[in-house]
């Protein structure tokens, strides 16, 4: 079984660029989740693709878009960049589309860093 | 936005104590789940709670979903350096659309 994984593993970019982040579902799994997460904090959600269709997002501003493919898989888009979107951004896998006893495996990261 | 309240912040035992670490929530949660987080990686999950009640154990680690649907502990027992770690509880809001809310994490340090 493969797990989730996520590229690239860093990432450097300058205020008001664009960043396109990756991510590989688990085999089995249909639905892709995206959270933001802040040096000493809990991840945040940043919203979830099921069937190639946003399934729900969280407290995160337009720029923060997104896309899931035929084959699960997801991209995180992220546009103007600011210098507080520094953070580790978790992608997450499950299957169901977001139901209650859905359980989510999570991708090891990527570490973008906005300068 | 939304975040758990877990406790405590951090903690620094010896090597064979037991350890637990709680989470509460102002709303109920529907599903409770503990991960654990090493430096550079992704959250691995732990243990998953469904029902209000709950009593589930994974090796030395054993977690609760309270009766209120509005707390949850983790228990880890006879720690051991491995344990090293920072650990989440995390929350699915009864309601929500398959959004995790997360608690800020609680520190494990263990002294050999």
């Known amino acids: 079984e493969t797990g989730v994984t996520q590229s690239p593993t860093h990432l450097i970019k300058t205020r008001g660029q664009q960043v396109t982040l990756r991510c590989s579902s688990q085999s089995g799994h249909n639905t892709v989740s995206w959270y933001q997460q802040a040096l000493g904090q809990g991840p945040q959600f940043i919203f979830q693709?099921?069937?190639?269709?946003?399934?729900g997002r969280g407290n995160f501003p337009p720029r923060f878009s997104g896309l899931q493919f035929p084959n699960y898989s997801s991209e995180l888009n992220v546009n103007a960049l600011e210098l507080d979107d520094s953070a580790l951004y978790l992608c997450?896998?499950?299957?169901?589309?977001?139901?209650?006893?859905?359980?989510?495996?999570f991708g090891p990261g990527t570490r973008l860093l906005v300068l | 936005g939304q975040q758990l309240n877990q406790s405590p912040q951090s903690m620094f035992i010896q090597e064979g104590e037991d350890v637990s670490m709680n989470c509460t929530s102002s709303?109920?949660?529907?599903?409770w789940l503990w991960y654990k987080q090493d430096p550079g990686e992704g959250p691995v999950l732990l243990i998953a709670l469904y029902k209000a009640g709950e009593l589930t154990s994974n090796g030395r680690l054993t977690a609760q979903f309270g009766i209120t649907r509005k707390d949850s502990f983790l228990n880890i027992s006879a720690s051991i350096p491995s344990d090293v770690g920072i650990y989440f509880c995390a929350g699915r809001p009864l309601g929500s659309q398959g959004n995790l809310i997360f608690g800020k994490g609680t520190k494990l340090s263990v002294k050999p």
């Open positions: 997450a896998s499950s299957y169901g589309g977001g139901g209650p006893q859905e359980t989510q495996y």
């Open positions: 709303s109920i949660f529907n599903t």
């Open positions: 693709y099921y069937r190639e269709e946003e399934n």
